[in-house]
């Protein structure tokens, strides 16, 4: 029997771009964009398409950045970020001609706008056909990793850095037990905040959720009473210690377990959060594309002290940015939910 697709699961589904007018195509590009990562699963992002001036811009949706865990917006600009890189891959693979320019003013709402240059007569260009394919299978895997390396060939695609940014990568034991306790004690800082903890409850949902947004605990490995019992603990914003340190320490595990450790770092700055999100993104599709897992973790960056002995450890003068995990997960791990494109999209002269 063929199994339905819960409606908040549907954007997952293949768009094609042939054939289609250029507000058709803006859709179809939308919803590639909003299979990106992003905290919590907010999908902080919206779209604004003129087919006067061929153009869509990429917005940062204010109401949906994360009041209590990103209050610079640094997680939610990185989010853009992402979404934007899936949209350049979609570009580049199917041969449009297009100029991009990075909105780095931290007033603006606007993260990038894109514009088409050519009347949408597609070319694909075959060599991207497997990270383009990757859009629509890559998740976040947060499951412990086993001991199998991580190939050279992987490190030698992803340093191919157009952003400009450094990539720091950390496969020695004693370093990521530094990094894992670094880790551990910011996870206990942001769980011991009321305001953070009953945050995460609103976006760490019942597995059979039908919310377009948020995490459901099956990301995490929760099965449905787990899920459904952390929700409404978190939800109640009463510290749980067993629950603190059981993330805490998974989230240690997980660094100690992962072959790899990729630390991106620069400027703290809306340019460098947005080139972050777009280099990630780049990462994540390229170990899709290998049957590589990548998870992330952002509380070592958002909590300043600790953000600052992770520069220490790492001999930079440059701030982390996203730390990230990659190896080959011991478990499968389902997507996360979408909103649908109605809900991202608006249209101006
Ligand atoms: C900027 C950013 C920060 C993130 N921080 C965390 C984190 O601290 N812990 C975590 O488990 N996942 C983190 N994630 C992963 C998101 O939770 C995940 O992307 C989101 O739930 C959507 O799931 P998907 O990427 O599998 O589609 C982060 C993702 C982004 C882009």
């Known amino acids: 029997m063929k199994k339905i697709m819960p409606s908040n699961y549907e954007m997952w589904g293949k768009p094609k771009f042939e054939g289609k007018s250029f507000l058709e195509f803006s859709q179809d590009l939308i919803s590639v964009s909003s299979l990106a990562a992003s905290s919590h699963n907010t999908q902080p992002w919206r779209f604004v398409v003129s087919e006067k001036s061929q153009s869509i811009t990429l917005k940062l949706n204010d109401e949906r950045v994360l009041s209590a865990s990103d209050v610079n917006k640094r997680q939610a600009i990185i989010s853009c970020g992402c979404a934007l890189e899936n949209m350049r891959v979609a570009l580049d693979y199917h041969g449009v001609k297009y100029s991009l320019t990075i909105n780095s003013d931290i007033s603006s709402e606007t993260i990038a706008e894109i514009k088409i240059h050519d009347n949408l007569a597609i070319k694909k260009n075959k060599q991207l056909q497997t990270i383009f394919d990757s859009i629509f299978t890559r998740r976040v895997n947060r499951s412990k990793c086993t001991d199998k390396k991580v190939p050279d060939e992987f490190l030698d695609l992803i340093m191919k850095d157009e952003y400009g940014l450094e990539i720091r990568t950390i496969k020695d034991m004693v370093t990521k037990n530094a990094i894992s306790e670094i880790q551990e004690q910011a996870d206990r800082f942001v769980l011991g905040n009321d305001k953070f903890r009953k945050e995460l409850g609103e976006w760490l949902l019942p597995n ?11 990301t995490f490995g929760l099965k449905d009473v787990e899920a459904e019992k952390i ?7 009463k510290l749980d210690y067993d629950l603190a340190s059981g993330v805490a320490v998974s ?13 991106i770092t620069g400027k703290d700055t809306k340019e460098d959060w947005i080139k972050t999100g777009c280099l990630w993104q780049k990462i994540a599709l390229i170990a899709e594309s290998m049957g590589i897992s990548v998870a992330v973790s952002a509380a070592i960056v958002e909590v300043p002290l600790l953000s600052k002995m992770m520069s220490v ?37």
């Open 208 to 218: 059979s959720t039908d919310s377009y947004l948020g995490m459901p605990g099956s």
């Open 231 to 237: 929700h409404k603990q978190l939800l109640s914003g």
């Open 313 to 349: 450890r790492l001999g930079t003068t440059s701030r982390p940015l996203m730390i990230t995990t990659i190896g080959y997960a011991t478990e499968e791990r389902p997507h996360s939910p979408r909103l649908p494109v109605s809900q991202l999209i608006s249209f101006t002269d």
């Open 251 to 263: 989230d240690r595990q997980r660094i100690q377990t992962s072959p790899l450790l990729l630390v």
